[in-house]
């Protein structure tokens, strides 16, 4: 069964630098978002990607979040300068049609130092 | 702005008792309903969904859920429970948004089943 996949797994970075995490959605999907989860909290949305562009993005996508889908498989999220806060799980997700279910991939855990 | 609530953080059965994990939803209009499980260290696994039609919705693991409007609730329900359905279960409400979609969680119910 198709899944999306992340990498890497574990991210561990110095608060100031950049990361950029990656994700493979389903190769037929068409909608790409990404969420995360603070530990013990609850799961949240950050942007979802359509067409190229960002359809929406929360609060907490400010300017030093992006998206990207560099190419055809690809969906990368990219923090430019990481604070202390935002040290948590990233989940990607991908559908196929924007009313059907979102997959999610396993998660890249993000630890700034 | 929708939102979930899953009023129990914690719940504890033992294994072959019956589950019920409570949901309960906040949406203008008819809502995308979903339940998600997440096993320590790994992602969301989609156990069901409720998009419109019969409100009994069977899932995987022999997990079901019921929409009932009048409730705002959508619970889940397990009538016997394996030990290896300890996990984290959340609840979430989606929204056509634009061009694309957005789901919102609820704060998520951790299953602890004891032997």
């Known amino acids: 069964e198709p899944e999306v996949t992340q990498t890497p797994s574990h991210q561990v970075t110095q608060m100031g630098q950049e990361v950029i995490l990656r994700c493979v959605p389903i190769s037929n999907h068409l909608y790409f978002y990404w969420y995360r989860q603070i530990l013990g909290q609850k799961v949240e949305f950050l942007v979802s990607?359509?067409?190229?562009?960002?359809?929406?993005k929360s609060e907490i996508f400010d300017d030093q979040f992006s998206v990207e889908r560099p190419d055809g498989s690809n969906f990368t999220l990219k923090i430019r300068s990481t604070k202390l806060e935002d040290s948590a799980m990233y989940f990607c997700?991908?559908?196929?049609?924007?009313?059907?279910?979102?997959?999610f991939g396993p998660g890249t855990r993000l630890t700034v130092l | 702005a929708q939102s979930v609530t899953q009023p129990d953080i914690h719940i504890t059965v033992s294994e072959g008792a019956s589950l019920e994990l409570r949901c309960n939803y906040s949406?203008?209009?008819?809502?995308?309903l979903f339940w998600y499980v997440q096993s320590p260290g790994q992602g969301l696994q989609l156990l069901l969904k409720y998009f419109s039609g019969d409100t009994l919705v069977q899932g995987i693991k022999g997990f079901e859920a019921e929409f009932k409007r009048s409730q705002s609730s959508f619970n889940l329900r397990k009538p016997s429970v394996h030990w290896s359905d300890a996990a984290e279960y959340f609840c979430?409400?989606?929204?056509?948004?634009?061009?694309?979609?957005?789901?919102?969680f609820g704060t998520g119910t951790r299953l602890q089943v004891t032997l």
């Open positions: 997700a991908s559908n196929l049609n924007r009313e059907g279910t979102q997959y």
């Open positions: 979430a409400v989606g929204r056509i948004t634009g061009t694309a979609s957005k789901l919102t």
């Open positions: 990607f359509y067409n190229n562009e960002i359809s929406e």
């Open positions: 949406y203008g209009a008819t809502p995308y």
